[in-house]
Antibody
């Protein structure tokens, strides 16, 4: 049973960079796609982007200019960097595993989520 | 494209409820539709994947369907229980992942 765990600062100042890491245990990161999803307080889910072990990435167009997702297969981890944050980036950030088999499937495993607040 | 869901639905225990998810442009058949249940304080979990498939452990009271004529997907929950009260999100894919805005299901 694969497990995902987010880690990183819970408070980031405006204009700075939000950095989070997701550690994958119980399975290899060299299969599946790996994604970041966020949820502002009281609002819906927003997909941020995904990465494959090869380094192939795809980002939400609305965030693409500020986002970088990277992967470290030796540590079974993938990471999120979101630059120039504002209060609108305050959210619960989830990492999740995305299935792909000829067509895109579901996010079948999720981390518990980590709350990041943007405030001075 | 966008996926549009009703903001809220409510129904009584034992009844059947249908939550719709309408795709704004492009065919609903282009990619699979998934449905997630999110209870307060918890991460989402899949209740339907690949349009109409149920993960192990999800009761057969949950079912999914696709309607090409209305370009929409539906989540149907029969025999409603109070434990089904949650937020439900549809999700699909085109050039990237798209989530619906979510539907709050109240079982009263």
């Amino acid at each position: 049973q694969v497990q995902l765990q987010e880690s990183g600062p819970g408070l980031v100042k405006p204009s700075e960079t939000l950095s989070l890491t997701c550690t994958v245990s119980g399975g290899l990161i060299t299969t599946y796609y790996w994604s970041w999803i966020r949820q502002p307080p009281g609002k819906g889910l927003e997909w941020i982007g995904y990465i494959f072990h090869s380094g192939t990435t795809n980002y939400n167009p609305s965030l693409k200019s500020r986002v970088t997702i990277s992967i470290d297969t030796s540590r079974n981890q993938f990471s999120l960097k979101l630059r120039s944050v504002t209060a609108a980036d305050t959210a619960l950030y989830y990492c999740a595993r995305l299935k792909y088999d000829l067509l895109w499937g579901d996010f079948d495993s999720w981390g518990q989520g980590t709350l990041v607040t943007v405030s001075s | 494209f966008m996926l549009t869901q009703p903001r809220s639905v409510s129904e009584s225990p034992g009844k059947t409820v249908t939550i719709s998810c309408t795709r704004s442009n492009g065919s609903i058949d282009n990619n699979y539709v998934q449905w997630y249940q999110q209870r307060p304080g918890s991460a989402p979990t899949t209740v339907i994947y690949e349009d109409d498939q149920r993960p192990s452990g999800v009761p057969d009271r949950f079912s999914g369907s696709i309607d090409s004529s209305s370009n929409s997907a539906s989540l149907i929950i029969s025999g409603l229980k109070t434990e089904d009260e949650a937020d439900y999100y549809c999700q699909s894919y085109e050039t990237g992942v798209v989530f619906g805005g979510g539907t709050k299901l109240t079982v009263l």
